[in-house]
């Protein structure tokens, strides 16, 4: 157990579905993280928050919507994805930015 | 990029025996740092070098830096099966504090 839960750990949506991953933390730390991964290719930052403002958005297209409503919770919201976007979504954590990362067990999604 | 690559993409050995795997980076860093994955889980950290340390352990890993090389060894002794799983480095560069990760190496110990 790292501290960092998310749910779902498993969904399925159509391309005109919307759906919320979420992720929350019991760690106390400051910065929130979510990555993309797919397969056979790096890990991909996606979008940083600290101290609850985004300090990056790593080119994502606007299909996805990130939300960091306190310290302990953060959100992707998703609509109108591809199938391309068919991959694992893991959320993490730090002390601060550039510290060591915490994980959660990621959301396995698959699009339809 | 930053990007570090590891090498082998694969490594498939025995218990008992020693894996070593490498990684490549291109740029100046302040740190390197070495996760590893369980098949559809998330990461988990494993260690942290700084850019002017030369080698760390903990446990049974050994993790050396290499700055004029950029590159860096993680060595795994006495493995176990429990020890298969992907390994990924990440290097921390730059004003940004971004974490930048590599392909990984999967590492398979048969019993």
């Known amino acids: 157990e790292t501290g960092v839960t998310q749910t779902p750990r498993h969904l399925v949506m159509g391309m005109t579905n919307k759906k919320s991953l979420k992720c929350e933390q019991h760690?106390?730390?400051?910065?929130m993280y979510w990555y993309k991964q797919s397969a056979k290719k790096p890990l991909e930052l996606m979008f940083v928050y600290n101290f609850k403002e985004q300090t990056e958005n790593n080119s994502v297209p606007s299909r996805f919507s990130p939300e960091c409503p306190n310290s302990s919770h953060l959100f992707l919201h998703l609509h109108t994805l591809q199938p391309e976007d068919s991959a694992l979504y893991l959320c993490a954590t730090s002390p601060r930015e550039g510290e060591k990362l915490f994980f959660g067990s990621g959301t396995q999604l698959s699009v339809l | 990029s930053q990007q570090g690559e590891e090498d082998p993409q694969a490594l498939s050995i025995q218990e008992g025996e020693n894996a070593t795997m490498n990684c490549s980076y291109k740029t100046s860093i302040n740190n390197l740092q070495w996760y590893r994955q369980n098949s559809g889980r998330g990461l988990v950290h494993l260690i942290l070098i700084r850019s002017n340390e030369r080698e760390k352990h903990s446990g049974r890993l050994r993790v050396t830096l290499d700055t004029s090389k950029k590159s860096s060894s993680l060595l795994i002794t006495a493995s176990r099966a429990a020890d298969t799983a992907s390994y990924f480095c990440?290097?921390?560069?730059?004003?940004?504090?971004?974490?930048?990760f590599g392909k990984g190496t999967l590492l398979t110990v048969n019993p």
């Open positions: 760690l106390g730390h400051n910065a």
């Open positions: 990440a290097t921390e560069g730059g004003s940004n504090y971004k974490l930048t």
